[in-house]
């Protein structure tokens, strides 16, 4: 409003005894504690030492308590549906059939394995020899294959003087040759064929390893790793398959080392 307008007494412009133009024109009064300028009050919220702190927070926990009895009260519900009439025996029964079905899993294999005819080449140390007793305990049709004829011949008499086998078990037959030579095994398949007529399954296990430096290694020894490890498996498999294939019956396993996969020093070849 304009003072020049205005008429009747002249209006008190003062506040606390301090004139309110001066004030002003200083700018806002400083905290001098905090030299922050005093604002306007936020509007009110309770906190802990207001009176309507405690029936806020009785309020919040009994929200909080509904909403846990919600929870309880569903997870008992779906508990009953579990374990009602028509669930409970569905459940039962689905196991029952699983474990049924393992069982008959493993007596048919067990069943399969007795009387077949199993192969297994790299018969006389390691995993094959480990190989041998298992399948022998088994009641399984054994032809062990390998190089040495004296090793061969040991294997079969401690199989034969083993008592670890429950049922009736097959004197085996030992088939000796070279899987480096392709020659002899075009001659070991016709040998392997004879002892049975058949092959149920031919365990690829015969392998040879070698340690040194990549340039201290020979290309012999190279060839001669991949002679036994990979080609001398792939000619005895292909020379076996055609029976295989007649049959419409039989198992390959191909075994292999782990240093195949990972990279270990002195150990390229």
Same mark, same amino acid.
């Given at each position: 409003?304009?003072?020049?307008?205005?008429?009747?007494?002249?209006?008190?412009?003062?506040?606390?005894?301090?004139?309110?133009?001066?004030?002003?024109?200083?700018?806002?009064?400083?905290?001098?504690?905090?030299?922050?300028?005093?604002?306007?009050?936020?509007?009110?919220?309770?906190?802990?030492?207001?009176?309507?702190?405690?029936?806020?927070?009785?309020?919040?926990?009994?929200?909080?308590?509904?909403?846990?009895?919600?929870?309880?009260?569903?997870?008992?519900?779906?508990?009953?549906?579990?374990?009602?009439?028509?669930?409970?025996?569905? =459940?039962?029964?689905?196991?029952?059939?699983?474990?049924?079905?393992?069982?008959?899993?493993?007596?048919?294999?067990?069943?399969?394995?007795?009387?077949?005819?199993?192969?297994?080449?790299?018969?006389?140390?390691?995993?094959?020899?480990?190989?041998?007793?298992?399948?022998?305990?088994?009641?399984?049709?054994?032809?062990?294959?390998?190089?040495?004829?004296?090793?061969?011949?040991?294997?079969?008499?401690?199989?034969?003087?083993?008592?670890?086998?429950?049922?009736?078990?097959?004197?085996?037959?030992?088939?000796?040759?070279? =899987?480096?030579?392709?020659?002899?095994?075009?001659?070991?398949?016709?040998?392997?064929?004879?002892?049975?007529?058949?092959?149920?399954?031919?365990?690829?296990?015969?392998?040879?390893?070698?340690?040194?430096?990549?340039?201290?290694?020979?290309?012999?020894?190279?060839?001669?790793?991949?002679?036994?490890?990979?080609?001398?498996?792939?000619?005895?498999?292909?020379?076996?398959?055609?029976?295989?294939?007649?049959?419409?019956?039989?198992?390959?396993?191909?075994?292999?080392?782990?240093?195949?996969?990972?990279? =270990?020093?002195?150990?390229?070849?």
């Amino acid at each position: 409003m304009d003072e020049r307008a205005t008429s009747g007494p002249e209006m008190n412009h003062s506040v606390g005894g301090v004139d309110l133009k001066q004030r002003l024109a200083r700018g806002p009064r400083m905290d001098p504690t905090n030299l922050v300028p005093y604002l306007p009050r936020a509007k009110w919220s309770p906190g802990p030492g207001d009176q309507g702190w405690h029936a806020m927070s009785c309020q919040v926990l009994k929200e909080s308590q509904k909403h846990t009895r919600r929870k309880s009260l569903l997870k008992v519900g779906v508990m009953d549906f579990i374990t009602s009439t028509a669930i409970l025996p569905l =459940l039962c029964g689905c196991v029952g059939i699983f474990s049924l079905f393992k069982l008959l899993q493993r007596l048919r294999m067990k069943a399969y394995l007795r009387n077949a005819v199993v192969v297994i080449t790299g018969a006389t140390s390691g995993l094959g020899r480990e190989c041998a007793k298992v399948f022998y305990a088994a009641g399984a049709r054994l032809v062990l294959c390998g190089r040495n004829r004296e090793a061969l011949d040991e294997l079969t008499r401690e199989l034969a003087a083993s008592q670890a086998a429950k049922v009736q078990t097959h004197s085996p037959y030992t088939v000796t040759f070279d =899987l480096t030579d392709p020659g002899t095994i075009v001659a070991a398949t016709a040998e392997i064929l004879q002892c049975f007529g058949h092959v149920d399954v031919l365990i690829n296990n015969a392998g040879v390893s070698y340690r040194g430096a990549i340039v201290d290694t020979t290309m012999d020894v190279d060839k001669r790793v991949m002679e036994t490890n990979y080609f001398g498996p792939i000619a005895l498999t292909k020379a076996l398959l055609p029976s295989m294939i007649q049959r419409r019956q039989g198992h390959v396993v191909a075994i292999s080392s782990i240093q195949g996969k990972i990279s =270990l020093p002195f150990r390229s070849a």
